[in-house]
């Protein structure tokens, strides 16, 4: 037997769509509570002595959360190219439009407090706190548009030819998708101060935190209603789990509703949205009470149910066209080969573990709260 056979094709593909959900949910929970207490830095921080020790409480481990970022965009070129050209392609401004924030983040950490001039460090105050609200905003809107659909078409050699703009994608749905997001991820970050600091930074988090987390569950909530009206993607044509990655092989339809048929389908399914609905509001009991680690907790569990709730209303679908539904990319058609798929996979079970254990390494040596009496006076941290 070759050894990639001892798993078949459908069931790699299937992993594989997983594992995508996990890196996302991965880069979401770790970087999106940098981005969200950074995004609040001028809100719960109001001195100088305050807002540093707001951006130490991210500053040790802030770059280690990008790596999951890394590692969803590799996943998505190694495991799924087509959706990695057709997104990286199509949504080319988009992208730029998030990457320009975060490259500017980490000169923002590095240059805040080189010089102790007010002016100085409130304006890179600014760029940190803006720099945490655009990706934050940005990222629920290309969900948003990927559940709409996208507008590209695919020539009959495979090219890849996409037919939107940049302010095409800034509709209503995929506005409501980015408040969302933004929502959860501030409702993060502010569970993350209250977990790091203490005194009136931890105070004003907890406030902003508890009023995220309320507003979370009614946006996604009305986001959920306004997706069941909605046209969705089906598969019209006989499905080959093991075919060719071949788009153009099936037929698909837009169907008002479709995002739905799996919850009618999978009973069980409702709990994932149910999670993203219950969490933020469990998270804000947290923030209320100062229950630290129930409040970090539930605001990650939120954040996991609310992308997941995604997955599971687009099964098989991963990128529908708008322009002809038969080009769109599903579990089935827009993978790797079997060879790749599995070598990819023994990459994973090998070094995904020593990276879990490295990022379990550094947070229990950092555990504890951020020492402001040692900012005031310059000692022990680096920001």
């Known amino acids: 037997m070759i050894l990639h056979e001892l798993i078949t094709y459908?069931?790699?593909?299937?992993?594989?769509?997983?594992?995508?959900?996990?890196?996302l949910v991965g880069f979401a929970v770790t970087d999106g509570f940098d981005l969200g207490a950074m995004g609040l830095l001028r809100a719960t921080a109001r001195t100088d002595?305050?807002?540093?020790?707001?951006?130490?409480?991210?500053?040790?481990v802030w770059e280690g959360n990008q790596v999951w970022l890394i590692l969803g965009g590799g996943a998505i070129f190694a495991a799924w190219p087509q959706l990695y050209a057709v997104s990286f392609s199509g949504f080319y401004l988009a992208m730029f439009a998030v990457l320009v924030p975060l490259i500017l983040r980490p000169v923002a950490f590095k240059f805040r407090s080189k010089r102790e001039s007010a002016a100085w460090r409130n304006g890179w105050d600014w760029v940190l706190c803006i720099t945490g609200l655009v990706p934050a905003l940005l990222f629920g809107v290309a969900v948003g548009n990927v559940m709409l659909?996208?507008?590209?078409?695919?020539?009959?050699?495979?090219?890849?030819?996409?037919?939107?703009?940049?302010f095409g994608l800034l509709t209503p749905f995929a506005l409501l998708c980015g408040l969302v997001s933004l929502s959860m991820l501030l409702m993060h970050g502010a569970a993350w101060l209250v977990f790091k600091t203490e005194g009136e930074v931890s105070a004003r988090a907890a406030r902003y935190g508890t009023l995220f987390a309320v507003l979370?569950?009614?946006?996604?909530?009305?986001?959920?209603?306004?997706?069941?009206?909605i046209n969705g993607y089906v598969i019209t044509s006989e499905i080959n789990p093991v075919g060719p990655s071949n788009p153009m092989n099936k037929a698909a339809a837009a169907v008002a509703g479709a995002w739905m048929a799996n919850f009618k389908s999978y009973p069980v399914l409702w709990l994932v949205p149910g999670i993203g609905l219950l969490m933020p509001l469990i998270a804000a009991l947290g923030l209320r009470?100062?229950?630290?680690?129930?409040?970090?907790?539930?605001s990650g569990l939120a954040?996991?149910?609310?992308?997941?709730?995604?997955?599971?209303?687009?099964?098989?679908?991963?990128?529908?066209?708008?322009?002809?539904?038969?080009?769109?990319?599903?579990?089935?058609?827009?993978?790797?080969?079997?060879?790749?798929?599995?070598i990819m996979l023994v990459c994973v079970l090998i070094f995904l573990p020593l990276i879990l254990a490295y990022t379990s390494w550094v947070y229990s040596v950092l555990r504890g709260k951020v020492d402001i009496a040692?900012?005031?006076?310059?000692?022990?941290?680096?920001?």
Request: proline share 4%.
């Open 289 to 298: 009470s100062r229950r630290e680690w129930l409040g970090l907790m539930a």
């Open 10 to 23: 459908d069931v790699l593909r299937v992993i594989w769509w997983l594992l995508l959900g996990v890196l």
């Open 374 to 383: 040692a900012i005031a006076t310059g000692r022990g941290h680096s920001y």
């Open 216 to 229: 979370t569950t009614v946006l996604f909530a009305a986001a959920g209603v306004w997706l069941a009206s």
């Open 49 to 60: 002595v305050e807002r540093r020790t707001a951006i130490n409480s991210v500053g040790p």
């Open 303 to 342: 954040i996991a149910g609310i992308i997941l709730s995604v997955g599971a209303a687009m099964f098989p679908m991963i990128l529908p066209s708008t322009v002809d539904p038969r080009f769109s990319l599903t579990v089935w058609d827009s993978s790797s080969s079997h060879v790749v798929l599995f």
């Open 149 to 166: 659909g996208v507008p590209f078409r695919l020539g009959s050699d495979m090219r890849i030819y996409y037919d939107g703009t940049f």
